[in-house]
């Protein structure tokens, strides 16, 4: 079961349908922080749903335009959970030619970048529209990415995914894709 909606209805969502969920993997696909508890999409589904469904969850992140996919560009991307078997599972149903999966145990962290990015991806925006140049944009981007980091491990974080796809490989995207609806 795969969790795309926006971060803000993640909870309502979850409580409204919490009797209805098989004993499969989730898997949060939202990236964000809620307002008001300041949790993230998996932290609202591992305090919301029973806990028969704690080791099923997972985070899928990374460099992903929804556009791109369909037209079947290559992506790759990362899916975390505490339980190996659990990202395994997603990473074999969801890998073919075009769509490569990586397993991380690092939800913390993807769950940082993910909600962090879009952060630095507005601020790219801005950057692009006062014409302040590329080497400011690349610079402010940079120290981002040192501060997600910052953030990721002082949150319990390893931080080693920030330096892979959900991290920087998000970051990348998001920050200098005219695709980018944050840097727009």
Partial sequence: VFFVIPSQFVRSFVVEHRAVWPLVPLVVCAKGIENGSLQNPYEILRDELPGKYNDLLAVLSGPSFAGEMAHGQVTNVAVASFNKQ????????????????????????????????????????A??????????????????????????????SSGEVMAGLAGIG?????CNSTLSRKRR
């Fill in 127 to 156: 950057v692009d529209g006062m014409g302040l140049g590329q080497n400011t944009k690349a610079a402010m981007v940079c120290r981002g990415l040192a501060e997600m980091s910052r953030l990721a491990k002082k949150l319990g």
């Fill in 86 to 125: 659990v990202a395994t599972t997603v990473q074999e149903i969801l890998t073919d030619k075009t769509f490569r999966v990586y397993t991380s145990s690092d939800v913390l962290g993807c769950e940082v970048a993910g909600a962090t990015k879009n952060v630095l991806a507005i601020a790219a925006g």
């Fill in 170 to 174: 998000d970051l990348m995207l998001t």
